[in-house]
């Protein structure tokens, strides 16, 4: 994804360095337990991850960033409604213990897809300029959330890239090549745990998101990310000259965010259309992992240690 200077996504396990720091620092601000693929994708670019989020930072750990993100996830909740239900839950044999795993890891999705679409609108439209002075300084802080991982939240577990089961790597090969894909999402690996919930679930979703009413939806909730990250409290001052003094490509580092600005809506309306099969609408309009805002007698408090979840 970076031309010449592309190297592998960074796995959690493999991280040393700065890219360990920005690892715990993102577990931690955003309250989930393991690194999505965005953020092993920038790791892999020397350099370009701690700057990415350093500058994002300040606005993913306030309360506005946490409401704004609960607002995609309501908004994707009543756009996968006209989609029409999946039944895959229906369709799979599950034992209870199974079930309870599975409903966790779709739960955790739910709730960190939207952080995460956010971010890639914020860092674009930081890149293109559109995001250097903001309404806050300093000394007026914007409420901030208490950091840490929820202790009910399930791990963050996935399948491998490239698994050994032939049915599963046939299963990978139709999701990334109708999708057009570079690799696979770790949603999908996460689902392959159960590969036949995960069969049942893209042959039920393989139509729907060929359909123009799907590509509608994904647009309307990237247009909503990019007007509420645009609201966020605090600049996110990033340009071409900053980061190709670090030695960063520019360029590719645009394309990236747009990569997935364009790839994350379609991934939340589709644990939407999933969570449809477990709980009432009524229930995913909600936060699955409500955060606690700061007392504002701690506003002007030094940034409080990090505290819980694998590091």
């Keep these: 994804m970076f031309g010449s200077n592309q190297t592998s996504p960074v796995a959690e396990y493999a991280a040393t360095g700065e890219i360990e720091r920005v690892y715990h620092e993102v577990r931690q601000t ?28 300040p606005n993913a750990e306030t309360m506005m960033f946490e409401q704004s993100s609960d607002q995609i996830r309501a908004a994707a909740v009543e756009l996968a409604k006209p989609l029409g239900d999946l039944g895959a839950k229906q369709q799979t044999s599950l034992g209870p213990s199974q079930a309870f795993q599975l409903h966790e ?8 897809n939207p952080k995460l679409l956010l971010i890639a609108s914020a860092v674009r ?23 840490g991982v929820p202790a009910e939240m399930a791990a963050l577990e996935m399948e491998d890239e490239n698994p050994s089961d032939e049915q599963l790597q ?36 393989k139509p729907k998101v060929q359909s123009p009413a799907y590509t509608a939806a994904a647009d309307h909730l990237r247009e909503r990310s990019r007007r509420l990250a645009s609201e966020l409290p605090y600049p ?35 644990i939407a259309m999933c969570l449809r099969d477990w709980q009432p609408d009524d229930a995913l309009l909600q936060s699955p992992f409500p955060a606690t805002a700061i007392s504002p007698n701690s506003q002007n408090d030094e940034r409080p240690e990090f505290t819980g979840g694998a590091k």
Excluded: M
């Design 125 to 147: 439209q930081g890149l293109d300029g559109e995001l250097s002075i903001k309404r806050y300084s300093a000394t007026e802080p914007a409420e901030r959330i208490a950091p």
């Design 236 to 270: 996110v001052p990033l340009s071409r000259t900053r980061l190709e003094g670090e030695g960063i490509d520019f360029d590719e580092t645009l394309r990236s965010c747009e990569t997935f600005e364009q790839l994350l809506p379609g991934l939340i309306l589709n």
């Design 170 to 205: 046939t299963l990978f090969s139709d999701i990334t090549e109708t999708l057009s894909l570079r690799s696979i999402n770790s949603d999908y690996r996460s689902l392959a745990l159960w590969p036949n919930y995960l069969d049942a679930v893209w042959r039920n979703l």
């Design 105 to 112: 890891i779709l739960k955790l999705y739910h709730y960190i």
């Design 30 to 57: 955003l309250r989930v337990r393991g690194i999505n693929l965005i953020f092993r994708t920038w790791a892999g670019h020397k350099g370009l991850l701690p700057i990415l989020w350093d500058t994002v930072r």
